[in-house]
């Protein structure tokens, strides 16, 4: 049994992780712990807050008395926020608390990228403009060129967690852009799991959502490779090896 752990701000679209686990059909478990979201507002203060050591810190021990082998932050803007060395030092000081590798879901976005041999990338983000920029930025410091951003200026993670199938679906339609070879979701708080495999086949290209990632991290940390295709191209292919976050630090 690999059990992969993870720390969910608030409560949103954590129900895409039991869907997850489902669709992954191994035995794999998906230990989800809830972290103190604060203020629910994607601002970059809020953010910042939502993100802080104390509160990650908060929610390691009960992911290590269930025998995780890995953590993920699973937050987006918490992460991405913190700008591209932030980023780094966060799930740094994540892994020496854990006593396990760490990561969180903005590396999740770039590993996932450079695993797919994809580089230019259309964004459609939940976000307001001046948030869904600073992902543009991080992704950009990951090595990949974002042909477009598309925000939707929603402010709460809570707003997030309504959105149904067709908000979803227009939301990456209205992102897309020919040039793209992908397209991304990047807000945790949106459920996704069960539409990726229809959004890839409408778009006709791989589409990267938050959760998705942040389970498929959790496994390249674990080192299992696992075939689902129900979640899109990034699991249908045989993940590489890469260097992680160790509780020694990068």
């Known amino acids: 049994m690999t059990s992969l752990g993870f720390l969910y701000p608030g409560h949103s679209a954590e129900d895409d992780y039991p869907r997850i686990e489902q669709l992954l059909g191994s035995d794999i478990r998906l230990d989800v712990v809830h972290t103190d979201i604060g203020e629910d507002a994607h601002r ?7 993100g ?5 810190a908060a929610g390691v021990g009960e992911l290590r008395m269930a025998g995780a082998d890995s953590v993920v932050w699973a937050c987006t803007s918490g992460s991405f926020v913190h700008g591209w060395e932030g980023a780094h030092e966060q799930v740094r000081a994540l892994a020496r608390t854990a006593g396990l590798p760490a990561s969180s879901t903005s590396f999740a976005f770039v590993h996932a990228l450079q695993e797919l041999g994809l580089r230019r990338v259309a964004v459609g983000a939940t976000y307001p403009d001046d ?12 090595g990949a060129e974002v042909t477009g951003v598309r925000g939707a200026g929603i402010i709460t993670a809570a707003e997030v967690g309504t959105w149904d199938e067709k908000e979803v679906h227009a939301l990456a339609r209205e992102a897309d852009s020919p040039d793209a070879d992908a397209v991304l979701l990047p807000d945790t708080a949106l459920h996704t799991a069960a539409h990726i495999e229809t959004l890839e086949r409408e778009l006709g290209k791989p589409v990267l959502t938050a959760n998705q990632v942040t389970v498929w991290e959790g496994l390249r940390l674990a080192d299992r490779r696992v075939n689902a295709p129900r979640l899109g191209a990034l699991f249908t292919r045989e993940p590489l090896v890469q260097a992680s976050f160790s509780p020694s630090g990068v």
Not at 44 to 49: F, G, M, Y
Not at 52 to 56: F, G
């Open 44 to 50: 970059v203060d809020a953010l910042l807050e939502m």
């Open 131 to 142: 948030v869904a920029e600073l992902f543009a930025e991080f992704l950009r410091a990951g």
């Open 52 to 56: 802080s050591a104390d509160r990650l």
